[in-house]
């Protein structure tokens, strides 16, 4: 072949190709469909080779994230992905309204609201009652507000320790393991240890009382998870943690009966499953209250609840006399009268509070 293009021959026939060559672009370029044609033929093969490439670049993206050549992707973000704890946005810091209601805000007397309240229902208002704060009613607004997830804490998951009072004589023993208990009854000075911080000390108990002088502290820089599964009585003056923070402390209750908190003082947050709520007396409580069922009453005495998530999406909540309540509410209705007061403040969740992954 290389002698070939030597001989004279050879030569001539390469002029030929180029003259040849130099003849179809003239009339390639001179005819437009036929220029055209050529144009749509190139841009086919170069979107086949680009969409070529992507389909290949995709396939080695998906082949690393299934373990395949491709590591560039941590195991540990993919993990967090799948665990993403979905919380309400109504409840961030930045969220500036006193009172979220699905239905009707009614206030009488001297009640007031201080703070913004949003409302699909009406803000009715009579006597010198007030809101002051921005009023959003008949607003239309996407009222979605489900349950943060209520632990299943069994009692045979923990060694059974029968019965505990905590009474006069003999002086009570200090709780220094988790455990279950069918009953127990603090009408004294009753501590529980929660060992070390990062520690969680769990108590599962049948029924449990609070009452006479009986007072509970916490002893350690851990946190207390109290489950009741049946009844509970809190009466009489009593305190639970109050020298404590109430992020130490979590009541989670399971009866079916109104749980009634009268005439005490408690610094934790509190979960009802399946009940209403009542609060009556000089009751105070400094933490988050989540109201699975029935209803909610702040009534009568001097009730304080303070740094206080009231979150009862399904419940009617009563405010009466001269109770007052400090921080936000989510509630289905809002009722207040006497000389009651909701004041907005922002709150801050428990982090064992946690509504899993809804994807509203």
Avoid: C
Avoid at 259 to 288: M, P, R
Avoid at 327 to 332: E, F, Q, R, Y
Wanted: aromatic share 10%.
């Amino acid at each position: 072949m290389k002698k070939f293009l030597l001989w004279e021959q050879g030569q001539t026939l390469i002029d030929y190709a180029l003259v040849i060559s130099l003849l179809v672009i003239v009339i390639t370029m001179s005819l437009p469909t036929l220029r055209n044609a050529v144009k749509n033929v190139f841009d086919t093969v170069a979107n086949q080779l680009t969409n070529g490439i992507t389909v290949l670049d995709k396939e080695n993206n998906e082949e690393g994230e299934n373990g395949g050549a491709n590591n560039d992707v941590p195991e540990e973000e993919n993990e967090e992905e799948d665990n993403y704890l979905w919380v309400p946005l109504e409840l961030g810091e930045l969220d500036e309204n006193a009172i979220y209601s699905a239905h009707n805000i009614t206030l009488s007397g001297s009640s007031k609201i201080y703070g913004n309240v949003v409302t699909n229902g009406r803000v009715i208002t009579s006597g010198t009652s007030f809101v002051d704060g921005e009023t959003n009613e008949l607003a239309d607004y996407n009222f979605n507000f489900p349950l943060p997830v209520f632990p299943d804490i069994a009692g045979d998951s923990y060694q059974n320790k029968g019965s505990y009072v905590a009474g006069w004589w003999p002086p009570p023993i200090p709780i220094t393991e988790d455990g279950y208990y069918s009953s127990l009854k603090a009408y004294n000075n009753l501590v529980i240890n929660t060992g070390e911080e990062g520690n969680v000390r769990t108590i599962v108990v049948d029924d449990f009382e609070l009452s006479g002088a009986g007072n509970i502290s916490l002893q350690g820089n851990g946190k207390l998870v109290l489950v009741v599964k049946d009844q509970f009585k809190f009466a009489n003056n009593v305190t639970f943690n109050t020298n404590g923070l109430p992020e130490n402390v979590v009541v989670y209750y399971e009866g079916d009966d109104n749980l009634e908190f009268g005439q005490g003082h408690i610094a934790g947050s509190v979960y009802t499953k399946n009940s209403g709520i009542s609060f009556t007396g000089s009751t105070s409580i400094q933490g988050n209250i989540f109201v699975g069922g029935g209803n909610v009453s702040v009534a009568s005495g001097n009730v304080d609840l303070s740094d206080a998530l009231l979150y009862a999406p399904h419940s009617d909540l009563s405010v009466t006399g001269s109770s007052s309540i400090e921080g936000k509410i989510i509630a289905n209705t809002v009722t207040g009268s006497g000389n009651s007061a909701i004041t907005f403040k922002p709150v801050n969740l428990d982090e064992v509070f946690v509504w899993g992954n809804p994807h509203p």
